[in-house]
């Protein structure tokens, strides 16, 4: 009775497991380019960013970067504060 009441705990952790496992991959797969990794941050698109910034138009900056890269908000915020 004891093994069976193991198997059965050790076999539901192991179903808990894959299943994170697989949502983890499925959000890894769906999550927006990021520029630390390869996304589409070139230096003509820094460039512009700064300028946007530097003109007061935060707003468009962080608007220009999520439109070209796909970052989110959050994300080209804090980029856009950085240039």
């Known amino acids: 009775m004891a093994d069976t009441i193991r198997i059965v705990a050790l ?11 697989i949502w983890f991959a499925v959000r890894l797969a769906h999550r ?9 941050l070139g230096p003509e698109l820094v460039s512009q960013a700064r300028e946007l910034k530097v003109s007061g138009q935060f707003d468009e900056a962080v608007f220009l970067v999520r439109g070209e890269t796909g ?4 994300a ?8």
């Open 11 to 21: 076999t539901a952790i192991v179903i808990v497991a894959i299943i994170g496992l």
């Open 32 to 40: 927006p380019r990021n520029v630390l990794f390869g996304g589409g």
């Open 71 to 74: 970052m989110s908000q959050r």
């Open 76 to 83: 080209a915020s804090r980029l856009v504060r950085r240039l």
